[in-house]
Structures are given as C-alpha cells and as structure tokens.
C-alpha cells in the first residue's frame, strides 16, 4: 500500500503563490509516476502537472503553464507544486495520486493511489 499525504492549501488572493506538498510513503517503486489534479465544485478532475518519478521530465496543462511548477525531492519522496500568480478559476481541491501502470499521465482514471486533497481558495 501507498499513502499520499497532501499539505499547503490554504485562502490567498489572487496573484499570489502556494507550495503544494505531497508525501509519499509505504511501499514505492523506482518506476512511477506522480501527478496532481484538482477539481471545482461541479466540476470533473482535470490534470494539473505530472512528473515521472527516476527521470524527472515533467509536463502541464496548458492552463497552468508558466504559473505553475512540479518538482520532486527523491530522497523524501515528496512531491510539490509552486502555484504563482493565481487566479480565482484556480479555487479547487487539490490532488497528488501515483500511476504505476501503463496509460496516459493525464487521466485519473490511469493513477493508482491518490491523497486525500488540499483545498485552494483564491479571492479576487
């Protein structure tokens, strides 16, 4: 089993900036993939970044591109997000989940174990 701990959410205005942060524990492999989605009231899960965990080449929605950045920290195996100049459509939870099988990285349906979420509000 794998837990993802999620932690950083919080109430920020717009233009500002948050450090999304996910933990990862239990049993891993050298080989996966973490990705964070988020999701509006109402709304589906939409694909936010993902990175693949031993090469470190990362990818973005296109909504978020140049805002926001995925990295990770190997040795603690965590994962995090730096949100920059955010904006009132971004108020969502937030998700970390791993993907070990084959599939696109962009789907939820393709990730194994998720996280619980981190709720960000951004007021305008």
């Known amino acids: 089993q794998v837990q993802l701990v999620e932690s950083g959410g919080g109430l920020v205005q717009a233009g500002g900036s948050l450090r999304l942060s996910c933990a990862a524990s239990?049993?891993?492999?050298?080989?996966?993939?973490m990705g964070w989605f988020r999701q509006a009231p109402g709304k589906e899960r939409e694909f936010v970044a993902a990175?693949?965990?031993?090469?470190?080449?990362?990818d973005g929605a296109d909504s978020v591109k140049g805002r926001f950045t995925i990295s990770r920290d190997n040795a603690k195996n965590t994962a995090a997000l730096q949100v920059n100049n955010l904006k009132p459509e971004d108020t969502a939870v937030y998700y970390c989940?791993?993907?070990?099988?084959?599939?696109?990285?962009?789907?939820?349906?393709?990730?194994?174990?998720w996280g619980q979420g981190t709720q960000v509000i951004v007021s305008s």
């Open positions: 989940a791993l993907k070990f099988r084959w599939g696109t990285y962009t789907s939820p349906g393709n990730y194994d174990y």
């Open positions: 239990g049993r891993t492999f050298s080989s996966y993939t």
């Open positions: 990175i693949n965990w031993s090469s470190g080449t990362a």
